[in-house]
């Protein structure tokens, strides 16, 4: 009885394949990339896997300008994957530090050390195996499977799902358990049929390389331009005037607030940092220590006598393993939006008196001001102290 169930669902999802079938389609896409595509980007015209992946990890959730600098640094430290995977962890996090979502970083580090350990350093071929290593989904493992080695794989990202729902009018979420599959099984249905080798991943790269153009370049969410685009004759939204409205956009949740006081305990041109855990936000990263017991509520609101003695104890005890406190003063509170909630931080400078010499807790080091910038920290807290440690007359006495 299984083997028929799983049959008659191979065969259903062969018929749905067929129906979505329509080799002009990816000709097209094939012959716009080729004149109007881009071709400069750092990380095109090699079949260098490692270069790939890097890339793609880093594209994740971040748009391109902003993640050329970062390749560029992470590759002059990190030109092979055996380096990488040799790196400590803080270097590592180091070089990822500004550019955001830092499970990647650890996913990335932990990704490489796999490669290197369980296939000799080689990147597999085959998507599937690939989409097994961390920080590697489904789309990722065939876009660089694609450009490194011509796999016929579909991609289905960001770009790729706005690109589909206007042009097939998919008048559904994306995001949409029922509405992803049938765009994946359009996605395959789509893909460039195969040939001679040399020829099947010239028109993979091609075609891959051609829709995530066309998302970037042309079909972005506001005011694209649909008179140049390649696909404008069968796009359903332009014909029936639904361009800004589909993609249908995810339906919009409050977004969680919440606060957190930072302080920031300096000795001179040093500052105490302390290790955050590799779960949660900013994990792996250096940053500030922080104050329990003010997280639920805006923590300046400290306008009763008891709200003040208990906030000027929690300060004391944090510093009491560092030396005592010659001045404690507010500075200017910031903002941080994260996924699925925003971060509103009120920092507190701590000027130490006298310092004890042994720090004496794993968790906590005393950095330099002038190593800062290159400290793994996340890049608002990164802002602050350097901002901080520029001031010259901060530390004069």
Not at 301 to 311: G, S
Request: hydrophobic share 45%.
């Amino acid at each position: 009885m299984k083997r028929v169930v799983l049959r008659d669902a191979e065969e259903g999802l062969s018929a749905a394949r067929d129906a979505f079938a329509d080799p002009s389609f990816s000709a097209q896409v094939i012959d716009w990339q080729r004149t109007h595509g881009r071709h400069t980007l750092p990380w095109q015209n090699t079949d260098d896997a490692y270069r790939i992946w890097l890339s793609e990890i880093m594209l994740q959730q971040t748009q391109v300008a902003a993640v050329i600098p970062y390749y560029e640094k992470f590759l002059r430290r990190f030109p092979t994957i055996e380096l990488l995977a040799a790196a400590p962890g803080e270097d590592v996090m180091a070089h990822w530090s500004g550019l955001g979502y830092y499970t990647r970083a650890r996913n990335l580090h932990r990704c490489a050390q796999q490669v290197v350990e369980l296939h000799q350093g080689v990147f597999p071929a085959d998507p599937a195996l690939l989409a097994e290593l961390p920080g590697i989904g489904r789309s990722t493992a065939a876009a660089i499977t694609a450009f490194a080695y011509g796999t016929r794989a579909a991609i289905m990202d960001g770009n790729v799902k706005r690109v589909f729902a206007r042009v097939f009018g998919v008048s559904t979420y994306p995001g949409e358990k029922k509405t992803e599959a049938q765009l994946w099984e359009r996605a395959v249905a789509l893909l460039p049929a195969s040939g001679e080798q040399s020829s099947t991943q010239s028109r993979m790269q091609s075609y891959t390389q051609g829709l995530m153009d066309l998302g970037a370049t042309l079909c972005i969410r506001s005011h694209p331009a649909c008179p140049r685009c390649p696909l404008a004759s069968r796009c359903v939204a332009l014909a029936t005037d639904r361009v800004a409205e589909l993609p249908l956009r995810k339906p919009k949740k409050a977004v969680p607030e919440k606060h957190a006081v930072m302080v920031v305990v300096t000795d001179r041109q040093q500052v105490l940092l302390t290790q955050r855990p590799d779960h949660g936000i900013w994990g792996g990263l250096l940053s500030l220590p922080e104050l329990g017991g003010f997280t639920a509520t805006a923590p300046d609101a400290l306008d009763t006598a008891a709200a003040q003695r208990a906030f000027q104890e929690q300060v004391s005890a944090l510093v009491a393993p560092f030396g005592t406190v010659q001045s404690c003063a507010r500075l200017q509170p910031f903002s941080h939006g994260f996924t699925h909630f925003k971060l509103h931080v009120t920092p507190y400078q701590v000027i130490l008196d006298q310092r004890i010499a042994s720090v004496g807790q794993s968790q906590q080091s005393w950095w330099d001001a002038r190593r800062l910038a290159d400290a793994p920290l996340p890049a608002p807290v990164k802002k602050l102290l350097l901002a901080l440690f520029s001031r010259d007359d901060l530390f004069a006495a």
